[in-house]
């Protein structure tokens, strides 16, 4: 008798994240689907970062738009203190955050191109849609974009960290010292 099927021993197909939102299917792959080229030849952008390189795991997100590839994209993420890939859709305007590892980057899906690249200071832990803002919580950053994906704000934080909102007013709590601010002004900076 064998042991426990584990999630690891799972072939990269299998442990596919597929989600849906307005005319968006977002795919997101642990690994770099046997698909992949298929998948590739027929969309409107490839945009493909590091694959070559020997260290790190590779992840590829796919986005279909009714039967249709929008995008594919496929890079390498050191999990560091982060966690694994992560996705934040935003169907009315069009926008798509993804990151893993310290990855992150936004697309526009209408035409479809890489807005931009950025780091996740020591590892994404995933994101989060309020309102207009979209959130990312990272080891070290607490940062938000505006649904265009331009970035508002960046603080530095350390675990244990955690926010709550009530309205549009945050509440960070960063090791028991507690500010507040405006979610989309963000925290204030003190003068040096």
Same mark, same amino acid.
């Given at each position: 008798? &064998? ?9 990269? !197909? ?6 849906? /939102? ?18 590739? &030849? ?6 493909? *970062?590091? @694959? ?6 590779? +992840? ?8 249709? *590839?929008?995008? $594919? *994209?496929? =890079?390498? !993420?050191?999990? %560091?203190?982060? @966690? ?12 798509? =955050? ?5 990855? $992150?980057? +936004? !697309? ?11 780091? %996740?200071?020591? #590892? ?8 207009? *803002?979209?959130?990312?919580? %990272? ?9 265009? #994906? ?12 955690? !926010? /709550? ?6 509440? @960070? ?5 507690? &500010?507040? =601010?405006?979610?989309? %002004? ?7």
């Amino acid at each position: 008798m &064998s042991g426990p099927l584990r999630v690891r021993d799972l072939p990269d !197909y299998a442990r596919r994240v597929s989600l849906s /939102a307005g005319q968006y299917v977002v795919e997101v792959h642990p690994g770099h689907p046997s698909t992949f080229d298929q998948l590739a &030849s027929g969309a409107r952008l490839v945009d493909v *970062t590091d @694959l070559r390189a020997s260290e790190g795991r590779p +992840c590829s997100v796919i986005v279909s738009e009714h039967g249709k *590839t929008v995008l $594919v *994209t496929s =890079f390498r !993420y050191q999990l %560091a203190g982060g @966690l694994g890939p992560a996705v934040a859709l935003l169907p009315d305007v069009h926008r798509l =955050f993804v990151g893993a590892g310290e990855e $992150v980057f +936004c !697309y526009d899906l209408a035409e479809p191109r890489r807005l931009w690249r950025d780091k %996740a200071d020591t #590892g994404l832990w995933g994101w989060e849609i309020v309102g207009a *803002t979209v959130l990312m919580s %990272a080891e070290l950053e607490f940062a938000a974009w505006d649904k265009a #994906g331009e970035k508002l704000w960046s603080t530095f934080v350390e675990p244990p960290w955690s !926010y /709550a909102f009530d309205g549009d007013q945050v509440t @960070l709590d960063v090791m028991g010292e507690i &500010s507040q =601010f405006n979610l989309r %002004a963000g925290p204030s900076r003190i003068p040096q």
